[in-house]
């Protein structure tokens, strides 16, 4: 893995220099907040996601997102292995096998067997929910990573 030497800084302000797109993700988001999408499922996913792209800043964002929506920190702190881990429940475990493939896509892109998995456990709505979500971390990340998105000091 490279590291880099970021500044306190983000290299751009997208808020600023891209207000219309930039306030569209945030209505997405908002739209998966108010769905069908358990809430910690949803910020699980983001966290998980967050970890295999490298975005400091929605990996601290989203764990305490799920801290404050009840996922415990052994869970929290398990994540990164949540395969070897008991703590996980069937849907939560579908959720996040399918965001890390639709996270790193290969050749065969998402397996039928990771889709079967989650669309056993998720009804049309709540995988709807999913797809999105996982598509707009993403995209998040993508924002987070290249403008080099600090943490928020917290003390």
């Not at 219309?20 to 999408?37: E, F, K, N, V």
């Not at 996913?45 to 990996?59: D, T």
């Not at 998040?140 to 600090?150: A, D, E, S, T």
């Amino acid at each position: 893995m490279t590291t880099h030497t970021h500044t306190a800084e983000p290299r751009l302000d997208l808020g600023k220099a891209a207000p219309q797109a930039y306030r569209a993700l945030g209505t997405a988001d908002q739209a998966i907040r108010t769905s069908p999408l358990d809430p910690a499922l949803r910020e699980l996913v983001k966290v998980r996601i967050s970890q295999i792209n490298g975005c400091i800043f929605c990996i601290d964002s989203h764990s305490h997102e799920a801290l404050e929506v009840g996922v415990s920190m052994d869970r929290l702190l398990q994540l990164v292995a949540w395969r070897e881990s008991a703590l996980f429940s069937p849907a939560e475990r579908a959720a996040l096998a399918y965001a890390e493939a639709a996270t790193v896509l290969t050749g065969d892109g998402v397996s039928d067997e990771i889709w079967a998995g989650v669309r056993e456990v998720l009804d049309d709505e709540q995988l709807g929910a999913l797809v999105v979500q996982v598509a707009l971390m993403n995209a998040y990340n993508r924002i987070g990573v290249p403008l080099r998105m600090r943490a928020r000091a917290r003390g």
